[in-house]
T-cell receptor, first 113, second 114 residues
Framework: DAGVTQSPTHLIKTRGQQVTLRCSPK?????VSWYQQALGQGPQFIFQ???????QRGNFPDRFSGHQFPNYSSELNVNALLLGDSALYLC????????????FGPGTRLTVL | AQSVTQPDIHITVSEGASLELRCNYS??????LFWYVQSPGQGLQLLLK??????LVQGIKGFEAEFKRSQSSFNLRKPSVHWSDAAEYFC????????????FGPGTSLSVIP
């Protein structure tokens, strides 16, 4: 079992650009959550996807959007990048039945210049 | 709103010494509670979790935590720290009413002196 995988590992963008991050959940998991972890802080919940729909959202602007595919993999899109979007973006997967443990991927480090 | 505080930003202990990391939460009902560890360049690994029942929870790597409702606390303990325990530790609360949204504390950085 490969666990949760994320790509790319690192990414450098400039202000105003758009970025797409990808996540493959652990085998058998159907729910994907995304978190933003700024340097020196705890992860902040962005949103959660289940059955290809956004089920829950944290306090993030509409510039942050996502998608879940039929195979349960997911993408996080961020438009009009700001310097403050520089962070580690973590994906977590779980079964849909609450509550089940979330398994985290290694993250994508995004740097906005 | 739910929240988690970890009063200690950084803790340094000697190898072999005992460890206690503090965590306080704010939640309207009995929460789901977690402790995660994050090593440099790594994702988050679950150490232990509390859902209900016995308030003393055993986890991996020799860690345990005790849920104290009266103090809204969920402190993490280990009787003897190993150098490999140096990492960032996060306490988190799961929101049962919001499809398992997890709210993390700011973290405590642990350094271990040989």
């Amino acid at each position: 079992d490969a666990g949760v995988t994320q790509s790319p590992t690192h990414l450098i963008k400039t202000r105003g650009q758009q970025v797409t991050l990808r996540c493959s959940p652990k085998s058998g998991h159907d729910t994907v959550s995304w978190y933003q972890q700024a340097l020196g802080q705890g992860p902040q919940f962005i949103f959660q996807y289940y059955e290809e729909e956004e089920r829950q959202r944290g306090n993030f602007p509409d510039r942050f959007s996502g998608h879940q595919f039929p195979n349960y993999s997911s993408e996080l899109n961020v438009n009009a990048l700001l310097l403050g979007d520089s962070a580690l973006y973590l994906c977590a997967s779980s079964f849909s039945v609450p509550y089940n443990e979330q398994f985290f991927g290694p993250g994508t480090r995004l740097t906005v210049l | 709103a739910q929240s988690v505080t970890q009063p200690d930003i950084h803790i340094t202990v000697s190898e072999g010494a005992s460890l206690e990391l503090r965590c306080n939460y704010s939640y309207g009902a009995t929460p789901y509670l977690f402790w995660y560890v994050q090593s440099p360049g790594q994702g988050l690994q679950l150490l232990l979790k509390y859902f209900s029942g016995d308030t003393l929870v055993q986890g991996i790597k020799g860690f345990e935590a005790e849920f104290k409702r009266s103090q809204s606390s969920f402190n993490l303990r280990k009787p003897s720290v190993h150098w490999s325990d140096a990492a960032e530790y996060f306490c988190a609360v799961g929101d049962k009413t919001s499809y398992d949204k997890v709210i993390f504390g700011p973290g405590t950085s642990l350094s271990v002196i040989p």
